[in-house]
């Protein structure tokens, strides 16, 4: 099983990268793309959150925030929380940047796995659900 789960990290992985290289729809750098998909996914949130998560350093992460707020994509504004504190939510430029990323590496991958024929496709797209499960507690 070792050889198999070492096979599927490295294919996994060589997917990620090329729907990287490919992606069009943002000139973002890999740790703001990867900053943005995660407020997305969890706004609001802190920015130690967003460094636990991305991860980086705390530093990276706030002047990661500072680009993306910057650009338009991201803000600040008080934790629901604690008051004291400031979350970072997306704004409407960022939704859609978002979504746009979303929408390309879709369509990327599509082609990928249009080289399968369909049963190899159905499974491929199966185990993605499958993977969704175990990530979801990540």
Known sequence: MAQEALQLLVSMHRIVRHLR?????????PTQFLALMLIADEQPIRIGEIAARVPC???????TVAALEEAGLVRREPDP????????????????????????AAEELSNI??????????LVLQAGAILSRVTDDL
């Open 21 to 29: 290289r490919s992606r069009t729809t943002t000139l973002l750098h």
């Open 57 to 63: 350093s705390q530093p990276t992460a706030t002047t």
């Open 81 to 104: 929380v604690d008051g004291r504190a400031t979350a970072v939510v997306l704004t409407d430029a960022g939704a859609e940047t978002v979504a746009a990323s979303g929408r390309q």
């Open 113 to 122: 796995l249009n080289r399968l024929d369909e049963s190899d496709r159905n």
